[in-house]
């Protein structure tokens, strides 16, 4: 881009929740590319979150971590006012954060599924509740990460699977209440994607080597390859641009077209693949 170019986010402000690592990076980094100031949140890392405001601000613009404990909801509000006072507005909030125990339905504690539902859905809820009144009159984006284990079993994902259903039908509700303001509210649904928890669930919930897993998921998904952070990233970008405005309401899964091929056209795939 020509030096002095208007860019599709300039001048616009970003919340990130989970944004100091894995696809909330990504979509963080993303955004403040396209011109939107950048505001993260994080758990643990400081200095994780520390190096991507870094990074934003290379793109010259503001960038902002907050620690947040999205398992206690009651905080969420006050940190997202906080963010919105600071910039004086907010155009954009991605809900990226996810946490859960990889564990079997009959072996789940109560404590877990709380706080697995606390993150995706309590605090997806107070969230959007803080960042609406920032939004109005700006034609705000709302975007929710989900995962296939909302439509999908898998291992040891069926509390967070509920949950991220639960996350993706108050997409729906938002995008309904809040279209009338200009608000569009929508999710973004990603397939595998090569990221550290995707190999840490591969590796220790799946007990799998992590490389033969990519090899047998690539041979299965028709572009041939997995998902990366920046694929999701640039969906996000896309959704949240001006051109997006007519999208509401809708759950985009984005996986390559794994989940669209029968079991039945799977049979002997991979060996097929593997042996050409």
């Known amino acids: 881009m020509a030096p002095g170019a208007a860019r599709a986010l300039d001048g616009r402000v970003a919340v990130v929740t989970g944004g100091s690592r894995g ?9 403040a590319r396209a011109g939107a100031h950048c505001a993260i949140t994080y758990r643990r890392s400081e200095q994780l979150a520390r190096e991507v405001v870094a990074a934003i601000e290379q793109e010259g613009v503001k960038g902002l971590a907050m620690p947040l404990e999205l398992g206690e909801p009651s905080g ?32 789940q504690k109560a404590h877990n599924i709380r706080r697995t539902f606390a993150i995706s859905v309590d605090a997806f809820i107070a969230a959007v509740q803080a960042a609406v009144p920032f939004m109005r009159g700006r034609s705000g984006r709302i975007v929710a990460v989900s ?13 967070l699977g509920g949950a991220k259903a639960a996350m993706e039908s108050l997409v729906r509700a938002f995008a309904f209440e809040l279209g009338p303001e200009g608000i569009t509210v929508n999710a973004v649904n990603p397939g595998f994607v090569a990221t550290d928890s995707s190999r840490t669930y591969v590796e220790g919930g799946l007990d799998q080597a992590y490389e033969r897993a990519v090899a047998e998921l690539t041979a299965l998904t028709p572009v041939r390859r997995i998902g990366t952070a920046e694929d999701v990233a640039d969906c996000v970008a ?8 007519f999208l509401t309401g809708q759950i985009i899964v984005l996986d390559g077209g794994l989940t669209i091929v029968s079991p039945l056209a799977r049979l002997g795939r991979a060996e097929q693949e593997e042996r050409q």
């Not at 896309?238 to 405005?245: F, L, M, N």
């Open 23 to 31: 696809m909330g990076r990504a979509i963080a980094l993303r955004l």
């Open 76 to 107: 969420v509000r006050p940190a997202v006012e906080r963010i919105g006072e600071t910039f004086g507005r907010i155009d954009i909030l991605i809900a990226s954060a996810a946490a859960t125990a990889f564990r079997p339905m009959l072996e």
């Open 147 to 159: 995962g296939i284990d909302s439509f999908q079993a898998m291992d040891g994902h069926g509390v």
């Open 238 to 245: 896309w959704i949240v641009s001006d051109g997006a405005g």
